[in-house]
Nanobody
């Protein structure tokens, strides 16, 4: 019901910046909460940042003050601006969205985009 396509990952030096984008498409009534998760090798997937449809945000302590999440409800997009990147930010980043569909709520995931921060 929901397809999520991410873009914007890559290789950057420590202290650099990257911007991730994600667009939702499919057969849904509306997109509710959206967020970014990441998974480093050998670690569990963790929440990086989330944003409600009304714009309320929350961040992992490790990225607070460095990352900014934003969204465009009209375009069904969510972005993650990542500044002052550190090697420990290296991970595969996944977009997540909760969509209201005719039979309830559906949670979708993107395919993931690699972010690598070199020291």
């Amino acid at each position: 019901q929901v397809q999520l396509v991410e873009s914007g990952g890559g290789l950057v030096q420590s202290g650099g910046s990257l911007r991730l984008s994600c667009t939702a498409s499919g057969n849904f009534i509306r997109i509710n909460a959206m967020g970014w998760y990441r998974q480093a090798p050998g670690k569990q997937r963790e929440l990086v940042a989330a944003i409600s449809r009304g714009g309320s945000t929350k961040y992992a302590n490790s990225v607070e003050g460095r990352f900014t999440i934003s969204r465009d409800n009209a375009k069904n997009t969510v972005a993650l601006q990542m500044n002052s990147l550190k090697p420990e930010d290296t991970a595969v980043y996944y977009c997540n969205a909760g969509a209201q569909i005719s039979i309830g709520e559906y949670s979708g995931w993107g395919q993931g985009t690699q972010v690598t921060v070199s020291s």
